[in-house]
């Protein structure tokens, strides 16, 4: 499995073998998503069908796209504001 090493500056050279595996060139951009401690890189210039089910092995069973919007709502909410007092809610 590639490696490599950040740099004092916080920097990372993204492996020949991912580069090749993912089409990159000098100049794309990398969308990072943090997920339970881990990272996930996601080529911004890929197209829309590659996105699908990248992280379908997080989802939460009958649980309503409402709920999952609900949710992305207050975290970014939680992300600008901070966490708000709000009351429990229920599984959508």
């Known amino acids: 499995m590639p490696e490599t090493i950040m740099s004092t500056k916080g920097q990372i050279t993204v492996p020949k073998a991912v580069r090749d595996a993912l089409h990159l060139r000098e100049g794309d951009r990398l969308l990072c998503v943090v997920v339970d401690g881990s990272v996930i890189l996601q080529p911004r210039n890929a197209e829309v069908q590659s996105f699908i089910g990248a992280l379908a ?33 229920r599984s959508a």
Request: charged residues 35%.
């Open 57 to 89: 092995s997080h989802a939460v069973e009958r649980t309503s796209l409402d709920a999952y919007d609900l949710a992305v709502g207050e975290g970014i909410s939680d992300r600008v504001e901070g966490p708000a007092d709000r009351p429990e809610r």
